[in-house]
């Protein structure tokens, strides 16, 4: 049973267009990650979610914005997408991020791709 | 800086093969350290982490400090074993997983 679910898994958009990537939880973790993975990248940390605190990675471009309006669902935006934003997005939770409970359960990923 | 480097983009062997996927590691203090296993078309999820010092799936990996390394290690590959492999550790914060670039592992009858 998938635990941590992204939709859609292929998103495909036009440069310049907003678009949106969703991503829910049934484990009920208090903190969301969204990563990009660019092909033969490592994943790389956006932004995360403790319960409602957003944390941002410094290098994450103002162009990237996330929204968690529960516990169960977190968005990822993207404002103004480049051809440079086509890559594999992933979201991930972990019941806390220190400790022993800091394993991050990981979706399927979006593949965006911008045209 | 922290980072995670694994130098091997590619391993092949054969089954039955002794396996190690390296991992070598900077971090200022003790490290988390990780290892995720990606296989075709599923998603990313945790083989195992040093502080468990566990082995799943037959795999074993060691932390090192002197040679900072986390080398994970199988004895007799299987054809099941063939996937992308991720070593990762978590930041100072420990706010945010640092992931090395994978290797793949192909095992091949």
């Known amino acids: 049973d998938a635990m941590v679910i992204q939709n859609p898994r292929y998103q495909v958009t036009q440069f310049g267009k907003p678009v949106t990537l969703s991503c829910s939880q049934t484990l009920n973790h208090n903190v969301m990650y969204w990563y990009q993975q660019k092909s033969s990248q490592a994943p790389k940390l956006l932004f995360h979610?403790?319960?409602?605190?957003?944390?941002n990675e410094a290098d994450t471009p103002d162009n990237f914005q996330s929204r968690r309006p529960n516990t169960s669902f977190c968005f990822l935006d993207i404002r103004s997408p480049g051809l440079g934003d086509a890559a594999m997005y992933l979201c991930?939770?972990?019941?806390?991020?220190?400790?022993?409970?800091?394993?991050?359960?990981f979706g399927a990923g979006t593949r965006l791709s911008v045209l | 800086a922290q980072r995670v480097t694994q130098p091997e983009k590619l391993l092949s062997v054969f089954k039955g093969a002794p396996v190690e996927l390296k991992c070598n590691y900077s971090y200022s203090g003790s490290p988390e350290l990780f290892w995720y296993v990606q296989y075709s078309r599923q998603r990313l999820q945790l083989l195992l982490r040093h502080i468990s010092r566990e082995s799943i799936k037959g795999f074993t990996a060691d932390l090192n400090k002197g040679e900072t390394s986390f080398h994970l290690k199988k004895p007799f590959a299987q054809e099941e074993d063939s996937a992308m492999y991720y070593c990762?550790?978590?930041?100072?914060?420990?706010?945010?997983?640092?992931f090395g670039k994978g290797t793949t592992l192909s095992v091949s009858s």
């Open positions: 991930a939770t972990s019941r806390d991020n220190r400790g022993s409970k800091n394993i991050q359960y």
């Open positions: 990762a550790l978590y930041n100072q914060a420990g706010t945010a997983l640092i």
């Open positions: 979610y403790y319960d409602k605190d957003f944390n």
